[in-house]
């Protein structure tokens, strides 16, 4: 070998050919031509072998992604592939990107499902995203209670509820919304109502009983999580027995939406 790097906390050394390398990807090419000319300019600089300290990177990650280069294949499991599809981003290998995609879709789990579709919205990866929406959907009520849900943006989160195939009652992913709010409220510092700005707007809360619309209204004055415009405008279509002035996907039942009988009167 005739490059060095020290990767991840652990400081653990990797050996490469530089050759390999910048002919395979043109982010290490840059890499290692930069080490080269500074280290022509600037004797005290990185010599061309390096070591180049990648400090930010597991080194379980950048061995796949070495294992890639020379390769041209991967060895992938549940713990690095996210990472692995992050560095497949940042240094321009398209074709590592869609082993990871092909991957994480056939491995695809309750638990890590809302963090792959983070990933997938980060990164653009379409096919991905409307993959794990499909897997949200079929697996609602136990996606709503992990840890992936709770750390969802709110951009992604108020997505994810324009579906009309979550298979959960509205009563029960106000309640998620709800810890989903008081998690990120905590984790941003910002209120609460403020966090869920968006996530709320997408709640259907015309679909509730009269009976389930109270309690919520009192639980409401604890964290002001829901608007009261939005309350006022249920009850409304509870008294005139139709979804007046409100959107009308507001007032469509869902996938897993419990029957109830006023929904006869909803458009």
């Known amino acids: 070998s005739d490059v060095t790097f ?29 080490g080269l000319a500074d280290s022509e300019d600037h004797p005290s600089s990185i010599p061309p072998q390096g070591p180049f300290i990648l400090g930010n990177v597991q080194p379980e990650v950048f061995l796949a992604v070495i ?15 996210l990472e ?9 290998l398209q074709d590592l990107c869609e082993l990871c995609v092909k991957f994480i879709k056939d491995t695809l789990s309750v638990e890590q499902v809302c963090e792959a579709l983070q990933a997938a919205v980060t990164y653009g990866q379409a096919d991905l995203q409307q993959h794990c929406l499909a897997f949200i959907e079929d697996c609602t009520a136990a996606v709503v209670r992990t840890r992936g849900f709770h750390e969802l943006s709110d951009t992604v989160l108020a ?11 509205e009563l029960d992913l106000v309640q998620a919304v709800r810890e989903w709010a008081h998690v990120s409220s905590a984790v941003l510092e910002r209120p609460v109502p403020e966090v869920a700005t968006l996530p709320v707007q997408e709640l259907r809360l015309p679909l509730l009983a009269p009976t389930e619309l109270a309690t919520l209204e009192s639980h409401n004055q604890r964290d002001l999580l829901i608007p009261v415009e939005s309350i006022a405008a249920a009850w409304r279509s509870h008294a005139l027995k139709k ?3 409100v959107p009308s996907h507001l007032c469509r039942p869902r996938h897993g939406t419990r029957p109830r009988d006023h929904h006869r009167h909803l458009d």
């Open 6 to 34: 020290v990767v991840g906390r652990e400081q653990q050394k990797v050996f490469a050919h530089r050759c390999v390398l910048a002919c395979r990807c043109q982010a290490f090419q840059g890499m290692l031509s930069q």
């Open 243 to 245: 979804g007046s002035g």
């Open 84 to 92: 692995v599809l992050t560095s497949s981003v940042e240094y321009g």
């Open 159 to 169: 997505w994810v509820l324009r579906s009309d195939r979550l298979a959960v009652d």
């Open 67 to 81: 294992e890639f280069l020379y390769t041209n294949s991967v060895t992938l499991n549940s713990h690095i592939a």
